[in-house]
């Protein structure tokens, strides 16, 4: 039997009696980063990477938790587990676990270009590479972070100079801190939604050169903030825009190129900019690892491990509950 199964509760590896990322409660899971669709609510214990925890614990509540540094081994009935640098957002990691020789590396989300936030991925030998495919078609191919934050400072200067507010919409773990990170301070205050305060806050404390910012609050005076940039998540920022009104409202994602482009919303502008490989990233990890068997998840599955096994690879797809096209980290 494979170290690494497929359950209706997720990935599981039997040996160990853990499971990794689950969708449905279990007694014991290996979890790789703080997005929503990874760290779900009630299961009895949660191993993660140390700079994880503190996150699980500002997105579920108080938990009962093990931190791990990356790198470090910890063993579970025989099975060495450890955890590296995925390059995602904040405390993400991949996991690797070897028992008897055989090694998996399950990847969680990652990206190649290092966000000069989180620690920059690092790629893991293993026999069995599980990778996420989010933007697993050739079309998608990044532009340098660079650039697109030149773009973003540059519209953010217009903006304050016409003495319009800017709002970029973002997730608020691993998007808001790489914005923040990246900003011209000197145009103005960064004021962000309280959740991101808090989200920011948290990461601080083991990012303490992330760039201050002013958490959002109901009497704040307005008038002394017209050159200020906005950071809000997607959907629950509405009064915020409401009293800094006019505003220049933009989004900053993977997607914002592609179907159509404003994401559902009124945004004017938008900034592409993800914390997922691009096509080039996800061929590169994969050779990286030296896998013989891929197995991909979590978005284009079917045409990227068609696309694999075309150039010789030993892939499958592996369907698990994350195979939409969409970024749900919120
Ligand atoms: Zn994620
Ligand atoms: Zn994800």
Same mark, same amino acid.
């Given at each position: 039997?494979?170290?690494?199964?497929?359950?209706?509760? =997720?990935? #599981?590896?039997?040996?160990? !009696?853990?499971?990794?990322? /689950?969708?449905? %409660? $279990?007694?014991?899971?290996?979890?790789?980063?703080?997005?929503?669709?990874?760290?779900?609510?009630?299961?009895?214990?949660?191993?993660?990477?140390?700079?994880?925890?503190?996150?699980?614990?500002?997105?579920?509540?108080?938990?009962?938790?093990?931190?791990?540094?990356?790198?470090?081994?910890?063993?579970?009935?025989?099975?060495?587990?450890?955890?590296?640098?995925?390059?995602?957002?904040?405390?993400?990691?991949?996991?690797?676990?070897?028992?008897?020789?055989?090694?998996?590396?399950?990847? =969680?989300? #990652?990206?190649?270009?290092? !966000?000069?936030?989180?620690? /920059?991925?690092? %790629? $893991?030998?293993?026999?069995?590479?599980?990778?996420?495919?989010?933007?697993?078609?050739?079309?998608?191919?990044?532009?340098?972070?660079?650039?697109?934050?030149?773009?973003?400072?540059?519209?953010?200067?217009?903006?304050?100079?016409?003495?319009?507010?800017?709002?970029?919409?973002?997730?608020?773990?691993?998007?808001?801190?790489?914005?923040?990170?990246?900003?011209?301070?000197?145009?103005?205050?960064?004021?962000?939604?309280?959740?991101?305060?808090?989200?920011?806050?948290?990461?601080?404390?083991?990012?303490?050169?992330?760039?201050? !910012?002013?958490?959002?609050?109901?009497?704040?005076? $307005?008038?002394?903030?017209?050159?200020?940039?906005?950071?809000?998540?997607?959907?629950?920022?509405?009064?915020?825009?409401?009293?800094?009104?006019?505003?220049?409202?933009?989004?900053?994602?993977?997607?914002?190129?592609?179907?159509?482009?404003?994401?559902?919303?009124?945004?004017?502008?938008?900034?592409?900019?993800?914390?997922?490989?691009?096509?080039?990233?996800?061929?590169?990890?994969?050779?990286?690892?030296?896998?013989?068997?891929?197995?991909?998840?979590?978005?284009?599955?079917?045409?990227?491990?068609?696309?694999?096994?075309?150039?010789?690879?030993?892939?499958?797809?592996?369907?698990?509950?994350?195979?939409?096209?969409?970024?749900?980290?919120?």
């Amino acid at each position: 039997m494979a170290l690494i199964e497929l359950t209706k509760q =997720g990935l #599981y590896c039997a040996q160990a !009696d853990m499971y990794i990322d /689950p969708w449905k %409660s $279990v007694p014991k899971a290996l979890i790789t980063h703080a997005h929503s669709d990874h760290a779900r609510g009630g299961n009895g214990l949660y191993v993660a990477h140390e700079h994880c925890i503190p996150l699980l614990d500002l997105r579920l509540g108080k938990i009962n938790s093990q931190g791990v540094k990356y790198g470090e081994s910890i063993h579970y009935n025989g099975v060495q587990i450890s955890f590296h640098p995925a390059g995602h957002v904040p405390g993400s990691s991949q996991i690797r676990l070897a028992y008897k020789g055989e090694v998996w590396v399950i990847s =969680g989300d #990652y990206k190649l270009e290092d !966000d000069g936030v989180c620690a /920059p991925f690092e %790629s $893991v030998k293993c026999h069995s590479f599980i990778s996420e495919s989010t933007f697993g078609l050739p079309i998608y191919r990044w532009k340098d972070q660079v650039d697109v934050f030149s773009e973003i400072n540059r519209w953010w200067k217009q903006n304050a100079a016409d003495g319009i507010v800017s709002v970029i919409m973002a997730y608020s773990l691993g998007k808001a801190q790489r914005i923040l990170k990246h900003l011209d301070q000197e145009i103005g205050s960064v004021i962000v939604h309280p959740v991101m305060g808090a989200m920011n806050a948290a990461v601080r404390n083991f990012t303490p050169d992330l760039p201050a !910012d002013l958490i959002w609050h109901k009497d704040l005076t $307005v008038s002394n903030y017209r050159n200020a940039l906005l950071i809000v998540p997607p959907n629950s920022a509405q009064t915020m825009l409401e009293m800094f009104h006019p505003c220049s409202i933009s989004f900053a994602s993977g997607w914002m190129n592609f179907r159509g482009g404003k994401y559902q919303m009124s945004a004017e502008r938008g900034f592409t900019l993800s914390d997922h490989a691009d096509w080039e990233g996800l061929n590169k990890a994969i050779d990286a690892s030296g896998a013989e068997q891929v197995f991909i998840t979590h978005g284009f599955t079917k045409p990227y491990v068609k696309w694999l096994r075309e150039q010789g690879k030993d892939a499958h797809e592996l369907e698990t509950l994350f195979n939409s096209h969409m970024e749900s980290e919120e």
